[in-house]
């Protein structure tokens, strides 16, 4: 464990100092929460395998047969749609050597290993075994790939290691009906495009840069052109914030809205590391994965969900916005933050609120490191 001033290993006890309930009266997550292998550690078990995370869109999953192979928290996973139309999800392992089964994304009739070809049923268990015959106490029938949680929700389908947690509609409440409310067209969008970046921070870090637009006037004039200021809320529930402006009202120096359909900028947080976007412009969805690598490696993934594969000249520009700049601008802040918080000058910051729940606040982040400290409470306990 890491050490405090005294020498004493640092404890959930230490990390939560200074954090209270009242977000005006509040300080910040400790930094050893964001700098050291203890407490990425502690993210990797009790928050990231624990909750749900992000697999894709529902349109690569809508057909019996197809699959879509990943990595979730380490683990190689696969989600199909089976004969009879349900949605399932197991570790992407091999009951007999281990082997990877599928990779990738595609259709299949059934699931055979590449190894030595055991061939596995769409629900997961096993049809075939070459050469399996003459073995003692062995029977296909009592194998079975080791299923995880999966769900479709809001239009995509998400993954939970933990066969114990609650389905993520129950968990999220509203989320869904807020989602089908200010995108009402997300299941019919399409994939169009993928960025990809790795970010030299932490990836709570990368959250919390995320949940407040205090730095949004400092840090982003063309956002801020964009988007409305004095019309964005944000507003903290369960396990999830929503974040709503409308589109600004004059010529923004970020990217032509002139034919734009959508004019609401709506954004959500899900906990812990999925960041949901629909933008001013045409039908469109963006789905932020924060993927936490190491103590200060974080992978973000952004795609992007449109009318059509094909983005049109206004949408590539949009693109160009997000790539060339606003990501730029932002990395640079996270990876500031965590040097800074790496350096012995910075322990905890005091997070800055506005009562009426503007952009210009930290109440949503404050909501999140409450979140966090929850879990690392959890963790401590059954440690």
């Avoid at 050490?3 to 004493?8: D, E, H, I, V």
């Avoid at 990368?206 to 801020?224: I, M, Q, R, S, T």
């Avoid at 034919?259 to 954004?267: C, E, L």
């Avoid at 899900?270 to 690598?293: E, H």
Wanted: glycine letters at 6%.
């Amino acid at each position: 464990m890491n050490r405090n001033a005294t020498g004493s290993p640092i404890s959930g006890q230490d990390i939560s100092q200074g954090y209270h309930s009242d977000p005006a009266r509040s300080m910040s997550l400790h930094a050893d929460a964001y700098t050291t292998a203890e407490w990425f550690e502690a993210d990797q078990q009790k928050i990231i395998a624990r909750s749900w995370q992000w697999l894709c869109h529902t349109e690569k999953l809508r057909e019996p047969g197809s699959y879509v192979a990943a990595t979730v928290n380490g683990q190689p996973v696969a989600a199909v749609r089976d004969r009879q139309g349900g949605l399932r999800a197991f570790y992407n392992v091999c009951k007999h050597r281990a082997h990877q089964l599928l990779s990738g994304e595609g259709s299949v009739s059934n699931i055979r290993c590449p190894y030595h070809a055991w061939t596995y049923r769409l629900d997961g268990s096993l049809a075939a075994a070459r050469h399996t015959n003459h073995l003692v106490d062995f029977n296909t029938s009592d194998i079975c790939l080791e299923q995880v949680l999966i769900e479709e929700f809001g239009g995509f389908v998400f993954i939970n290691l933990d066969t114990t947690a609650a389905s993520l509609a129950q968990q999220a409440g509203d989320l869904a009906a807020e989602i089908a409310l200010w995108a009402p067209d997300v299941e019919r969008l399409t994939f169009a495009r993928r960025l990809t970046y790795k970010i030299n921070s932490n990836w709570k870090n990368v959250v919390d840069n995320f949940l407040e637009c205090y730095h949004c006037h400092v840090a982003h004039k063309d956002f801020v052109s964009l988007v409305d200021m004095d019309t964005y809320k944000v507003t903290t529930h369960g396990i999830y914030s929503s974040h709503i402006a409308e589109a600004g009202k004059s010529q923004n120096t970020a990217y032509d809205v002139s034919d734009a359909t959508v004019t609401d900028h709506a954004v959500w947080w899900l906990w812990p590391n999925t960041c949901m976007m629909r933008y001013p412009g045409r039908g469109n969805f963006i789905v932020l994965n924060i993927i936490p690598i190491g103590p200060s490696t974080t992978l973000e993934t952004y795609d992007f969900f449109l009318e059509t594969a094909e983005p049109n000249e206004a949408e590539l520009e949009s693109m160009r916005y997000l790539d060339q700049i606003l990501q730029v601008e932002d990395i640079a802040l996270v990876e500031s933050v965590q040097r800074g918080m790496e350096s012995p000058a910075f322990t905890q910051g005091r997070i800055v609120t506005d009562p009426n729940g503007s952009g210009l606040s930290e109440h949503a982040l404050h909501h999140f490191h409450g979140l966090v400290l929850a879990a690392y409470t959890s963790e401590q306990e059954t440690s």
